[in-house]
């Protein structure tokens, strides 16, 4: 059966270095299935990608995976899904996405998940949709970059309440409890991607 609302999480198509990153993408997993919250992800069978759509799938959680045909045919797309999306390009795949999500989450990852999440975040400063935008900052992974956003404030580039939308946590249960909030709020503005 269908989450009534799905948390989109991006992630890396590697594992990184520690344990902690897997330690915290199989308990994030525990956590969207434990509040009905479905998965939304990028359908690879690699990395910590893998690692949450095993987790959240083993505790009979729904996900769902939105990868393009161009990744599907280098045989990383994992067949074992709830519900698997095969779109045209990266950018369709972002869009889709996005629609299907209720909240959006960035683990560690690299140059995609970085991309993929701020320009989610972007869209939120752009008032395309209010849904809550987290990084979920295992063992201090994101420190470097989370300096970034409170230098552009610093320097006038960003305005404070736009840099009040990225919600950071290092525990998954205490960033959901966070998305809670902000979803329990009068109703979400859904994602238009035709604005996009």
């Known amino acids: 059966m ?28 525990r956590d969207l299935v434990a509040r ?9 069978n690699v990395g910590l990608m893998n690692v ?15 990868i393009p045909d161009s990744l599907v045919s ?23 996405m996005a629609e299907l999500s209720n909240g959006f989450i960035a683990m560690p990852g690299g140059i995609g998940t970085m ?14 949709h209010n849904k809550p935008c987290g ?12 300096e970034f956003p409170d230098h552009a404030v610093s320097q006038d580039f960003v305005k404070p309440k736009h840099r009040a939308l990225l919600l950071v946590e290092s525990e998954p249960a205490i960033l959901l409890d966070r998305f809670d909030e902000m979803l329990a709020a009068p109703a979400a503005k859904p994602f238009d991607p035709s604005i996009t």
């Open 52 to 66: 949450i759509a095993d987790a959240v799938l083993d505790l009979g959680g729904h996900v769902t995976g939105v």
């Open 135 to 146: 990084l979920l900052n295992v063992s201090g992974y994101y420190d470097p970059l989370i």
């Open 2 to 29: 269908k989450p009534e609302q799905n948390i989109c999480v991006f992630t890396g198509s590697q594992g990184g270095t520690l344990p902690a990153y897997s330690e915290s993408a199989q308990q994030l997993a």
């Open 115 to 128: 991309e993929e999440f701020f320009e989610v975040l972007s869209w939120a400063q752009l008032g395309i």
């Open 74 to 96: 280098k045989e990383v797309a994992h067949r074992g899904l709830s519900d698997l999306r095969v779109v045209q390009s990266m950018h369709e795949r972002k869009a889709l």
């Open 36 to 44: 009905g919250f479905g998965l939304v992800y990028g359908g690879g």
